[in-house]
């Protein structure tokens, strides 16, 4: 698969710093009636100054959503000096720090995501490092191997990227720069006092605010 279709430019091009990018996908979501906590996402956004992109047009036709935030995050990766990529269903609590101070106090690592429910990397909260060799392979890769089958242990759900996801942050060369975030990043099972980012998945979709 030519990685430089996924690489053209997707935005027009902007003249000035953008230092730190937060991307989300919101596809269908009305149609779906899903939990939308984007609002929180543009608060976090004005609050710490970074540029928020939600995609709202699947920008890889034939696959699920879920995919295009990954497009989208190698579009810009290489201008930014992290990139968040934030699940409509992720509710960015108030006291959530910038998360571009985490990756400055952990240089050494490039991939940063939480543990799920189920005890495997998940996928609805990922960060990067921007300018990265690491973040760029990882995603390159990623879109390349869509449509391979992964392992059993692997599996998440059909057609979406979790799967390739896990599968990925298993190889050596994605394992060493991967930084696990605590649950509070990402938490998927129950609310606690202490948390930045509750993602109403799993366990935790019981505990979605009634609007």
């Not at 430089?4 to 990018?21: D, E, G």
């Not at 779906?32 to 609002?39: E, G, K, P, R, V």
Request: glycine share 4%; net charge neutral.
């Amino acid at each position: 698969m030519n990685m430089s279709l996924f690489r053209r430019f997707l935005y027009p091009i902007v003249k000035r710093s953008t230092p730190c990018t937060v991307i989300n996908i919101h596809i269908d979501y009305d149609q779906n009636a899903l939990a939308d906590f984007t609002d929180t996402h543009r608060t976090y956004c004005s609050r710490f100054n970074y540029e928020y992109r939600q995609i709202q047009t699947n920008l890889l036709p034939g696959a699920k959503p879920t995919w295009s935030k990954h497009v989208a995050a190698l579009e810009v990766i290489d201008d930014r000096d992290a990139v968040m990529i934030i699940d409509s269903d992720a509710q960015i609590l108030p006291d959530c720090p910038g998360f571009d101070r985490l990756l400055n106090a952990n240089s050494n690592h490039d991939l940063f995501l939480a543990l799920g429910h189920s005890f495997r990397p998940n996928a609805g909260v990922i960060m990067l490092r921007g300018r990265s060799k690491a973040s760029v392979l990882f995603l390159e890769t990623l879109l390349a191997e869509r449509e391979s089958e992964v392992p059993l242990k692997d599996k998440a759900v059909p057609g979406g990227d979790n799967g390739h996801v896990i599968n990925l942050l298993r190889r050596p060369k994605f394992r060493e720069k991967l930084f696990l975030l605590s649950p509070v990043w990402n938490n998927t099972t129950q609310p606690t006092d202490w948390d930045y980012i509750r993602h109403y998945t799993g366990p935790m979709k019981a505990h979605t605010p009634i609007a």
